[in-house]
Every structure is written in structure tokens, then in C-alpha cells.
């Protein structure tokens, strides 16, 4: 079956306490995106990355980090997690060209840091 | 910079009538928009989108509309379902610059049987 997949679902840390959120997708898509949503505000950026080894940038960046060693996984880290990145987050992935828009997400990780 | 405007932000429809959301874009580089819906405790799903050399687009009881000239574009359900009930988000992304798509805050529709 495609999919994309996190890991872990819930999760509840501490600040401070470093964390990696792992995403994984099987449709050999170039594509990966990280979104964190927030009532209110939809579903905005942190990461993005156009193939292995090729990371960007997005509107949230701060106080996170990617990286894209492989095709498949694309893992979200957060070096010293703060309670302002208490958070429902997403990952994505897509074929990536032109005409073949069409992101699929990941079921979510909703992130609690106390 | 860049935002898409999306309203409203609740929706409560009857069973079996149309429900409408607007969104709005200020990327005029935007030439993508695709509309997902998520239902509780799942990832956002891709339901229908429309580029930008498209007027509109349908697909059984949904369609969406674009008005380039007026950065307008809308989602229209027909013959609603309680299964309808979801956030539906409206999204605008341009084909250049990775890929970059702007979300809508998202509209909480409910359909009452």
C-alpha cells in the first residue's frame, strides 16, 4: 500500500530534550515536505527537501532541523525542543515535477513539549 | 507575504444542501490550488484541485472555481453528506521556487442529518 508514515504519534517531552520525528514513504517520490498545523493558522512549512541531499527551507524553520540521506526518509529534529513547538505536525511527499502536483501526508505527530 | 485567506472558518449545513468556501491568494506566481480535507485524527487528503489554464473543475458532487483576474478561487459540495463532515483546507502553490504551497487556516464544515 502508499504511504507515507510517522513515527511516533504522540509524543510528550520535555524542553530541552532532543527529538527526531521520523517520516518514511514508499512511493519512491523525490519530494518531502514537514508541516506543523496550529488552530487557527492551517498547515504551514518548516522543511522542505527536492531529493537526497537537497533540503530548503520553509516558513517555520526555526528550531528545527532535517536531513535527506536517502530517497525514502526524510526525519524532523528538534535539537532542543521549546513549548511554542507543542504542535501537530506533518510530513508529505510528492513526485515533485510540474503536472504531478499531488502531496500525500503522513497520519501526524502531535508533539507536546511541557 | 505570501497568504491565502480562506472563509469561513466554521460551516453548518443540512443534510443534502450545497456548502461553499472561498479562498483567497496574494502570489500572483501561484498557478496550482488544490483543496484537501481531513477528518479527525488523519493527514490532510487530497480531494480535488485546479490549475491555473482551468476555469473550473468537477468531480461528482464536488467542483472548484477559479477567477485568476480576481485571485479567487472556491470549493463547491453538492448534495451534502454527514460523511462530508471534515476540515477542508484550500492551498495555492507555484510550480517554481520548491515547490511552495501556502495553506488556508481551513473551514470546520458540518453537515446535520
Known amino acids: 500500500e502508499a504511504q507515507v508514515t510517522q513515527n511516533p504519534r504522540y509524543l510528550i517531552t520535555v524542553t530541552g530534550k532532543k527529538l527526531t520525528v521520523t517520516c518514511s514513504q514508499n512511493m519512491n517520490h523525490e519530494y518531502m515536505s514537514w508541516y506543523r498545523q496550529d488552530p487557527g493558522l492551517g498547515l504551514r512549512q518548516i522543511y522542505y527537501s527536492m531529493n537526497v541531499e537537497v533540503t530548503d527551507k520553509g516558513d517555520v524553520p526555526e528550531g528545527y532541523k532535517v536531513s535527506r540521506k536517502e530517497k525514502r526518509n526524510f526525519p524532523l529534529i528538534l535539537e532542543s525542543p521549546s513549548p511554542n513547538q507543542t504542535s501537530l505536525y506533518f510530513c508529505?511527499?510528492?513526485?515533485?515535477?510540474?503536472?504531478?502536483?499531488?502531496?500525500?501526508f503522513g497520519p501526524g505527530t502531535r508533539l507536546t513539549v511541557l | 507575504g505570501e497568504n491565502v485567506e480562506q472563509h469561513p472558518s466554521t460551516l453548518s449545513v443540512q443534510e443534502g444542501d450545497s456548502a461553499v468556501i472561498k479562498c483567497t491568494y496574494s502570489?500572483?506566481?501561484?498557478?496550482?490550488f488544490p483543496w484537501y480535507k481531513q477528518e479527525l485524527g488523519k493527514g490532510p487528503q487530497l480531494i480535488i484541485d485546479i490549475r491555473s489554464n482551468v476555469g473550473e473543475k468537477k468531480d461528482q458532487r464536488i467542483a472548484v472555481t477559479l477567477n485568476k483576474t480576481a485571485k479567487h478561487f472556491s470549493l463547491h459540495i453538492t448534495e451534502t453528506q454527514p460523511e462530508d463532515s471534515a476540515v477542508y483546507f484550500c492551498?495555492?502553490?507555484?510550480?517554481?521556487?520548491?515547490?511552495?504551497?501556502?495553506f488556508g487556516a481551513g473551514t470546520r464544515l458540518f453537515v446535520k442529518a
Open positions: 502570489d500572483s506566481a501561484s498557478n496550482y
Open positions: 508529505a511527499s510528492s513526485l515533485g515535477r510540474i503536472g504531478t502536483d499531488t502531496q500525500y
Open positions: 492551498a495555492a502553490r507555484r510550480n517554481t521556487g520548491g515547490f511552495k504551497t501556502i
